[in-house]
């Protein structure tokens, strides 16, 4: 069975997936307000299951679903999308 090559680009798009750190705070910052959001614990925890997946492409977008990874991290209602199964389970 021949590897599939890992794509270089977002999964849910054909962009660069380089976004700066302004950014990405601009996104967490606005975010808060607007949606239920998980606690400082459970967030820290689910960056460090993020940190030490295969599917990380340049430090902050996950590769399966294409998001940021510290955005779907905040976000209450979100999972991790491993095909393995959640990185975040007892992070809830």
Known sequence: MEDI??????K?????ISISEEQITRILTNM?????????EVYEARLLAC????????????GISGSI??????????NCPSYHGSRW????
Do not use: F, W, Y
Request: contains cysteine; charged residues 25%; hydrophobic residues 30%.
């Open 32 to 40: 808060r307000p607007k949606m239920e959001c998980v606690n400082d």
């Open 51 to 62: 940190s030490q997946c295969e599917e990380l492409m340049s430090g902050h977008t996950c």
């Open 89 to 92: 389970i007892g992070t809830a």
């Open 12 to 16: 849910g798009c054909e962009r660069d």
């Open 5 to 10: 090559p890992m794509p270089c680009t977002c």
């Open 69 to 78: 990874v510290r955005v779907r991290a905040l976000a209450a209602a979100q």
